[in-house]
Protein backbone atom coordinates (compact mmCIF):
# COMPACT_ATOMS: atom_id res chain seq x y z
CA UNK A 1 0.00 0.00 0.00
CA UNK A 2 1.47 3.35 -1.13
CA UNK A 3 1.45 6.96 1.28
CA UNK A 4 -1.41 8.00 -0.59
CA UNK A 5 -3.16 4.85 -0.18
CA UNK A 6 -3.01 4.64 3.22
CA UNK A 7 -4.05 8.38 4.04
CA UNK A 8 -7.17 7.30 2.43
CA UNK A 9 -7.89 3.77 3.92
CA UNK A 10 -7.01 5.77 7.53
CA UNK A 11 -9.54 8.96 6.09
CA UNK A 12 -12.16 6.32 5.65
CA UNK A 13 -11.96 4.95 9.21
CA UNK A 14 -11.70 7.82 10.47
CA UNK A 15 -15.02 8.77 9.37
CA UNK A 16 -16.82 5.50 9.29
CA UNK A 17 -15.91 6.52 13.26
CA UNK A 18 -17.42 9.56 13.28
CA UNK A 19 -20.34 7.72 11.95
CA UNK A 20 -20.61 5.58 14.99
CA UNK A 21 -19.80 8.24 17.08
CA UNK A 22 -23.09 9.99 15.93
CA UNK A 23 -25.18 6.69 15.74
CA UNK A 24 -24.42 7.27 19.65
CA UNK A 25 -24.99 10.35 20.05
CA UNK A 26 -28.58 10.18 17.85
CA UNK A 27 -29.62 6.73 18.57
CA UNK A 28 -33.54 7.76 17.67
CA UNK A 29 -32.17 8.69 14.14
CA UNK A 30 -32.03 5.38 11.93
CA UNK A 31 -28.21 4.38 11.16
CA UNK A 32 -29.47 4.21 7.61
CA UNK A 33 -29.94 8.01 7.71
CA UNK A 34 -26.77 8.65 9.96
CA UNK A 35 -24.88 6.73 7.08
CA UNK A 36 -26.47 8.43 4.05
CA UNK A 37 -25.38 11.81 5.53
CA UNK A 38 -22.18 11.10 6.28
CA UNK A 39 -21.25 9.97 2.92
CA UNK A 40 -23.21 12.50 1.41
CA UNK A 41 -21.04 15.42 3.30
CA UNK A 42 -17.43 13.36 2.64
CA UNK A 43 -18.62 13.31 -0.61
CA UNK A 44 -18.61 16.87 -0.68
CA UNK A 45 -15.08 16.97 0.14
CA UNK A 46 -13.91 14.61 -2.62
CA UNK A 47 -12.08 17.65 -4.14
CA UNK A 48 -10.34 19.26 -1.18
CA UNK A 49 -6.81 19.09 -1.42
CA UNK A 50 -5.57 19.12 2.37
CA UNK A 51 -7.56 16.00 3.55
CA UNK A 52 -6.48 16.16 7.34
CA UNK A 53 -9.50 17.66 8.64
CA UNK A 54 -12.17 16.12 6.45
CA UNK A 55 -13.52 13.68 8.94
CA UNK A 56 -13.73 16.01 11.41
CA UNK A 57 -15.58 18.63 9.03
CA UNK A 58 -17.67 15.77 7.84
CA UNK A 59 -18.95 14.61 11.88
CA UNK A 60 -19.51 18.17 12.41
CA UNK A 61 -21.90 19.23 9.78
CA UNK A 62 -23.43 16.09 10.00
CA UNK A 63 -23.69 16.62 13.62
CA UNK A 64 -25.42 19.97 12.71
CA UNK A 65 -27.66 18.75 10.40
CA UNK A 66 -28.96 16.44 13.11
CA UNK A 67 -29.40 18.89 15.48
CA UNK A 68 -31.68 20.76 13.26
CA UNK A 69 -33.54 17.66 11.97
CA UNK A 70 -34.26 17.09 15.60
CA UNK A 71 -34.86 20.61 16.56
CA UNK A 72 -31.82 20.14 18.73
CA UNK A 73 -33.82 17.54 21.46
CA UNK A 74 -30.75 15.19 21.70
CA UNK A 75 -27.97 18.02 22.28
Not at 10 to 29: I, K, M, N, S, T
Not at 36 to 45: A, D, M, P
Request: zero cysteines.
Amino acid sequence: MTGHDEKQSDELVAVEHAAERLAQRFPHVPRTRIEQLVQERHEEFSGAPVRDFVPVLVEHDVKRLLLAETDGAQA
